[in-house]
């Protein structure tokens, strides 16, 4: 099982990323996906989820109307495109893979600064 994450980097702020999270071995569609995201001293918050067929998605408060999670069954791919990012976004975001196992990913960093 591998959930690979990948998109992250150095942005000012007001910028946009796309991650994205590849999936391997096990049924993807099948299962709930979800970013997490942790900055230095703070716990893992969830960001976003959808479900495994896409057709519910849930945000955090804070990043509602300015992030948007989705997903490609077909490629076994879970995107969130990060548009107007601000200093508070700055953490390691993880692809979370959900159903009857639990998966996670290594993690990508994400910085918002000027």
């Known amino acids: 099982v591998q959930l690979v994450e990948s998109g992250g980097g150095l942005v000012q702020p007001g910028g946009s990323l796309r991650l994205s999270c590849a999936a391997s071995?096990?049924?993807?569609?099948?299962?709930?996906m979800s970013w997490y995201r942790q900055a230095p001293g703070k716990e893992r918050e969830l960001v976003a989820a959808?479900?495994?067929?896409?057709?519910?998605?849930n945000y955090v408060d804070s990043v509602k109307g300015r992030f948007t999670i989705s997903r490609d069954n077909a490629k076994n791919t879970v995107y969130l495109q990060m548009n107007s990012l601000k200093p508070e976004d700055t953490a390691m975001y993880y692809c979370?893979?959900?159903?009857?196992?639990?998966?996670w990913g290594q993690g990508t960093q994400v910085t918002v600064s000027s």
């Open positions: 979370h893979a959900h159903s009857r196992y639990d998966y």
């Open positions: 071995g096990f049924t993807f569609s099948s299962y709930a």
């Open positions: 959808i479900t495994s067929a896409g057709g519910s998605r």
